[in-house]
């Protein structure tokens, strides 16, 4: 599936693209989404607090 997809995204982009770069972008991705996901997490909790 990743050979597959660096595969897709150098014909695209016409740039030799690794399949372990790749990787390491996904998984920077990953966990800046996380953290996203996270802080929106406490940011709600910390809103609903003081509305009440």
Do not use: P
């Not at 982009?13 to 390491?24: A, H, R």
């Amino acid at each position: 599936m990743m050979a597959a997809l660096a595969r897709v995204i150098s014909r695209v982009t016409q740039t030799s693209v690794d399949v372990e770069t790749l990787k390491v972008l996904m998984i920077f991705a990953g966990a800046g989404l996380l953290l996203s996901l996270v802080a929106a997490m406490i940011y709600q909790q910390a809103a609903n607090a003081a509305l009440w």
